[in-house]
């Protein structure tokens, strides 16, 4: 099945991509590993007149680091290096683990936990064990951020017609998400 025609932006900054979706509105989607939304566009089931990707917001930062007790990852880190990153052996095993849950090993070297957490399907591996250590996932939308935890966030992700929709709006752009290193009271 071929995918639809639409106009296709390859911003080089954070604040451009949030221009162009704020400007496009309901009009648009992100892209940045594509395994979710071209497979809903080939069904026909989204028809977005623009595509924005944010794949080359990436830059060289690496996809997590430690830093002042909170292990931070970026929404464009693939499901692949998430589960053989070296910092989740230990005690967020669970994070890697989860990572590695994901699709194929073709899906899971293009998949993004940003775009798995966003899309708040119910097969969103990467969400539990980032529920179990109460990640806050920072998101963008114009000149505006904030924090959402993904505790609320995972429980109103409602069914609709057999399909997930995101709690949060389809023209935000996910900003990095964090984990506290702090081990969970007893």
Same mark, same amino acid.
């Given at each position: 099945m071929p995918l639809p025609k639409f106009q296709f932006s390859e911003p080089g900054s954070l604040d451009e991509a949030c221009r162009l979706l *704020?400007?496009?509105g309901e009009n648009a989607a992100v892209i940045a590993?594509?395994?979710?939304?071209?497979?809903?566009?080939?069904?026909?089931?989204?028809?977005?007149?623009?595509?924005?990707?944010? *794949?080359?917001?990436?830059?060289?930062?690496p996809p997590l680091e430690a830093d002042g007790g909170k292990l931070r990852i970026r929404p464009l880190a693939t499901m692949s290096e998430l589960g053989s990153h070296p910092d989740l052996r230990g005690t967020f095993r669970s994070i890697a683990e989860g990572a590695l849950m994901?699709?194929?090993?073709q899906i899971r070297n293009l998949a993004t936990v940003g775009?798995?957490?966003?899309?708040?399907?119910?097969? @969103?591996?990467s969400a539990p064990p980032l529920l179990c250590w109460d990640a806050r996932l920072s998101l963008a939308s114009g000149a505006v951020a904030c924090a959402v935890s993904r505790r609320p966030s995972i429980r109103t992700a409602a069914r609709?017609?057999?399909?997930?929709?995101?709690?949060? @709006?389809?023209?935000?752009?996910?900003?990095?998400? @964090?984990?506290?290193? @702090?081990?969970?009271?007893?």
């Amino acid at each position: 099945m071929p995918l639809p025609k639409f106009q296709f932006s390859e911003p080089g900054s954070l604040d451009e991509a949030c221009r162009l979706l *704020a400007d496009a509105g309901e009009n648009a989607a992100v892209i940045a590993g594509g395994t979710d939304l071209l497979v809903k566009m080939k069904q026909g089931r989204v028809k977005p007149e623009l595509v924005v990707s944010i *794949a080359r917001l990436r830059g060289n930062e690496p996809p997590l680091e430690a830093d002042g007790g909170k292990l931070r990852i970026r929404p464009l880190a693939t499901m692949s290096e998430l589960g053989s990153h070296p910092d989740l052996r230990g005690t967020f095993r669970s994070i890697a683990e989860g990572a590695l849950m994901v699709g194929s090993p073709q899906i899971r070297n293009l998949a993004t936990v940003g775009g798995n957490l966003v899309s708040a399907r119910p097969c @969103a591996d990467s969400a539990p064990p980032l529920l179990c250590w109460d990640a806050r996932l920072s998101l963008a939308s114009g000149a505006v951020a904030c924090a959402v935890s993904r505790r609320p966030s995972i429980r109103t992700a409602a069914r609709v017609e057999g399909r997930s929709r995101a709690p949060m @709006a389809r023209s935000r752009t996910c900003l990095p998400l @964090a984990v506290s290193w @702090a081990l969970p009271e007893a």
